[in-house]
């Protein structure tokens, strides 16, 4: 007896297997024993529940007519409607026309500006204004890689340099 207890007690692992399979067992047995409970019903039968309701609900109220309007009338409407729409749409389109000339002269404005300004300083003997050194993408891999090469071996360099 003794060694069984002292086997449970070095084998946390099992001690929990055990109180897992008991509390399922018994977890089991309450939802068994709940008479409380109604049946479960499957979801198409409350469906048909739910539209046998809406539509006896449907059949209780139902609304008025609405009034009729003479056919000659609404087609006048609408097409009082239909003309006010497309003129507010024209309005609003020869806005939006002259507006985007305006920002395209603005655009073009700001452009001949910039180029004048770099124009002017982009002077090849001027001390202030140099252009410096130009790298494309082949250039900048092959640096990486001498770097590599060439630098300290990866054993002989710190990690916490690397990390940052």
Do not use: C
Not at 112 to 136: C, E, H, M, W
Not at 138 to 146: A, E, S, V
Request: charged share 30%; net charge positive.
């Amino acid at each position: 007896m003794g060694d069984f207890i002292d086997f449970f007690l070095k084998n946390p692992f099992l001690i929990i297997v055990l109180i897992g399979i008991l509390t399922s067992m018994l977890g089991k047995k309450k939802q068994h024993q709940d008479p409380n409970t109604p049946p479960k019903k499957k979801w198409q039968e409350v469906m048909q529940e739910l539209q046998g309701e809406m539509q006896q609900g449907n059949q209780q109220q139902r609304p008025a007519p609405a009034p009729v309007r003479k056919v000659e009338q609404q087609a006048a409407q609408a097409a009082e409607v239909i003309d006010e729409t497309t003129n507010e749409a024209n309005k609003r389109i020869a806005e939006l026309r002259r507006l985007q000339q305006k920002y395209d002269q603005e655009r073009l404005y700001q452009k001949a500006k910039a180029d004048q300004l770099t124009s002017t300083i982009a002077d090849n003997n001027s001390p202030v204004y140099r252009k410096g050194p130009s790298f494309g993408k082949k250039q900048l891999i092959d640096g990486i890689i001498m770097s590599e090469v060439l630098g300290p071996p990866r054993a002989k360099r710190s990690l916490q340099r690397s990390r940052r």
